[in-house]
């Protein structure tokens, strides 16, 4: 690379939605993280760091480009080219929210390098847009717990900074496309399961706005919006979700749209179970991730501060 500058980096976090039956509307923030660093450049360059991102395109056509530009363009400006190193380690089409990431962490960069000073308000609002719905990227952009409707002309959240819980994570190897976990959804539900799937939601919801773990465990397991559709897809599902209940966890459930799946246990019992669910399921890989309470994070970095780096 030549000796460019950095301008800033921008440090977002992974995700999990749903926790269940929170569909579409509930989000928490995962220790996995998307880092942006971002140097002066003559064109537009996407450098991948890590292996989890080798993939990424390098031009104009890469996501956070696209995004960014739509947020230039909403705001009438133009985008001026820079060379922007992606590290991550929040693993592609598993249910931990690399897409929204890179939404927030696109929408972040636009505000930056345009000098937007969008409020947070309007970045939720932006993210929802291009994602479809507020969870994902609410819980990136803000950290913590969120949860949040969508609407035409607004987004709405309701945000808890704060969860104690460490939360164990097992992640099959395969992909689970987001497209293909819409398709098995049924496309509609009786008035009677619509009420009796919305009342697990509002206790789930309700459960965790007073951090009463073991009804949000609970609840968690009782979803009737998608996961019972969805366990074909992810046959590790029910088997992680015995094992776990076995060692006293709170809940299980997907993590977004999977496949990888997300358990709940006392803060500082996360290692016992990681060990335990690393020996059921050696084809898979098994981690112990806590929520950060910041979201979006964004460092300066001057020129003397580089030189003091190098």
Same mark, same amino acid.
């Given at each position: 690379m030549s000796n460019a500058s950095m301008l800033f980096s921008i440090t977002v976090p992974g995700s999990t939605a749903n926790l269940g039956p929170g569909f579409d509307s509930v989000g928490?923030?995962?220790?996995?993280?998307? /880092?942006?660093?971002?140097? +002066?450049?003559?064109?537009? @360059?996407?450098?991948?760091?890590?292996? $989890?991102? #080798?993939? &990424? !395109?390098?031009?104009?056509?890469?996501?956070?480009?696209?995004?960014? /530009?739509?947020?230039?363009? +909403?705001?009438?400006?133009? @985008?001026?080219?820079?060379?922007?190193? $992606?590290? #991550?380690? &929040? !693993?592609?089409?598993?249910?931990?929210?690399?897409?929204?990431?890179?939404?927030?962490?696109?929408?972040?960069?636009?505000?930056? @390098?345009?000098?937007?000073?969008?409020?947070?308000?309007?970045?939720?609002?932006?993210?929802?847009?291009?994602?479809?719905?507020?969870?994902n990227a609410g819980a990136s952009l803000f950290g913590g717990l969120l949860i949040g409707l969508h609407e035409e002309d607004k987004t709405h959240a309701v945000k808890v900074q704060h969860v104690d819980v460490d939360v164990v994570v097992v992640i099959p190897f395969y992909e689970v496309l987001t497209k293909?976990?819409?398709?098995?959804?049924?496309?509609?539900?009786?008035?009677?399961?619509?009420?009796?799937?919305?009342?697990?939601?509002?206790v789930l919801v309700a459960a965790l706005m007073t951090q009463n773990w073991p009804l949000v465990g609970e609840m968690m397991n009782k979803d009737l919006f998608h996961q019972p559709y969805r366990t074909m897809l992810v046959p590790e599902l029910s088997k992680v979700e015995h094992v776990a209940s076995l060692k006293g966890a709170y809940g299980t459930a997907l993590s977004g749209a999977g496949p990888t799946i997300l358990t709940l246990v006392e803060k500082g019992k996360g290692e016992a179970l990681k060990k335990q669910l690393a020996q059921n399921f050696p084809h898979c890989e098994v981690d112990v991730l806590t929520v950060p309470v910041e979201g979006v994070v964004v460092e300066h970095h001057s020129v003397n501060q580089m030189k003091n780096v190098l």
């Amino acid at each position: 690379m030549s000796n460019a500058s950095m301008l800033f980096s921008i440090t977002v976090p992974g995700s999990t939605a749903n926790l269940g039956p929170g569909f579409d509307s509930v989000g928490m923030a995962l220790s996995r993280y998307l /880092k942006l660093s971002v140097y +002066d450049h003559d064109s537009w @360059l996407f450098e991948a760091e890590t292996d $989890v991102v #080798s993939g &990424i !395109p390098s031009g104009t056509d890469n996501l956070i480009y696209q995004t960014a /530009k739509k947020v230039a363009d +909403d705001f009438g400006k133009t @985008l001026p080219p820079v060379h922007v190193k $992606v590290w #991550s380690d &929040i !693993p592609l089409a598993r249910g931990l929210g690399s897409s929204a990431a890179a939404i927030v962490a696109a929408i972040e960069l636009a505000n930056q @390098l345009l000098e937007l000073k969008m409020t947070d308000d309007q970045k939720l609002f932006f993210a929802s847009e291009v994602e479809g719905h507020p969870d994902n990227a609410g819980a990136s952009l803000f950290g913590g717990l969120l949860i949040g409707l969508h609407e035409e002309d607004k987004t709405h959240a309701v945000k808890v900074q704060h969860v104690d819980v460490d939360v164990v994570v097992v992640i099959p190897f395969y992909e689970v496309l987001t497209k293909d976990a819409r398709d098995v959804l049924p496309e509609d539900f009786s008035y009677k399961q619509a009420v009796s799937a919305s009342a697990v939601s509002n206790v789930l919801v309700a459960a965790l706005m007073t951090q009463n773990w073991p009804l949000v465990g609970e609840m968690m397991n009782k979803d009737l919006f998608h996961q019972p559709y969805r366990t074909m897809l992810v046959p590790e599902l029910s088997k992680v979700e015995h094992v776990a209940s076995l060692k006293g966890a709170y809940g299980t459930a997907l993590s977004g749209a999977g496949p990888t799946i997300l358990t709940l246990v006392e803060k500082g019992k996360g290692e016992a179970l990681k060990k335990q669910l690393a020996q059921n399921f050696p084809h898979c890989e098994v981690d112990v991730l806590t929520v950060p309470v910041e979201g979006v994070v964004v460092e300066h970095h001057s020129v003397n501060q580089m030189k003091n780096v190098l």
